[in-house]
């Protein structure tokens, strides 16, 4: 039947079941396991999981370098629950911010045995739904699986795939800017349930040529509430000016705030930075990588709206080599080179010594 849900629609209602603290049953094959996120783990749920089986914390190689866990799953590490481990525990494992506060966590145990791939998953799962990368896995005998309540979201780990979705345009009206009166916002929404993306068409850029292109990463902080902390606003600003200056141009607003973690994370991630700890360095704390973002939606966007080449309004020579590695030809990098300030100046030098922009 039509009604039964597919596969993106299954991974979408597991990530909200995470978001909300519910368990979700991910299973791979002949294998399968109750899966809770580890930052909106209740007490009343962990003391459920235990009657199940014995819990396991998985968080990321990053979280493990920096608890000094041995990580022998390459990307991950697994770590046995202790028996008296309250949720408390399990929150304070997960979340770098209270380090300070509670240092002596250990020491670990770490899962050496058995198959890793469905807290991999997991994590996965975690990440795409703007939680903190750590799960709490119990693995299920046939008997218990079949056992559950069957309101629980059961999802195979192979569809959780890296394949970009297709992204469909919902609506586009004409709305008149303070840099252009010919303003034009196109919606862009991926059919996997996840967020909405915007083009903004300055003008009427011809396509034949080179289109004066900004790909614009979400920042509310920045761009929305004046902070100082980063230069985004000020980036959002001159983008748009240059644009209408020229009378015309493309900026993309993906939504990928926070590198691609998400506002709550970035939140964690300045808790961090307030320790002493740099952009990249916080980042790593959590859980995550340097940058979780997917410049491939923007270039996906580029083409539905017929751009092929750009000149492309970037510090970051990476967000040039996605794009043309995605069919997009890069005519041309426009530096943008603005909202330097003594605010910011140490989150400027991070991003030209760590992650290579060119300030």
Known sequence: MGLFLTDAERVARARSDLRMGAAVVLTDGSASALVQAAEVLSPERLADLRELGWPEL???RRRAETLKARAYDGDIARLFLPKDAECRWVHAVADPVSDMATPLKGPFQSVREGDAALHRAAIRLCKSAHLIP???VVQLSDGAASALDNDLTRLDISHLNPHLPELLEVAAARVPLA??????????RPKDGGEEHYAIEIGAPDRAQPVLTRLHSACF???VIGSLKCDCGAQLDAALAQMGTEGAGILLYLNQEGRGIGLANKM???ALQDQGFDTVEANHRLGFEDDERDF???AEMLKSVGVRSVRLMTNNPAKVERMQ???IVVAERVALKVGARPENEGYLATKAMKSGHLL
Do not use: E, K, L, M
């Open 325 to 327: 590695s995605n069919g």
């Open 179 to 188: 840099t252009h009166s010919a303003g034009r916002v196109r919606v862009f």
């Open 134 to 136: 750590a799960v709490v």
């Open 268 to 270: 964690r991630a300045y």
């Open 221 to 223: 902080t920045g761009d």
């Open 296 to 298: 491939r939606i923007g």
């Open 58 to 60: 998985a968080i990321t």
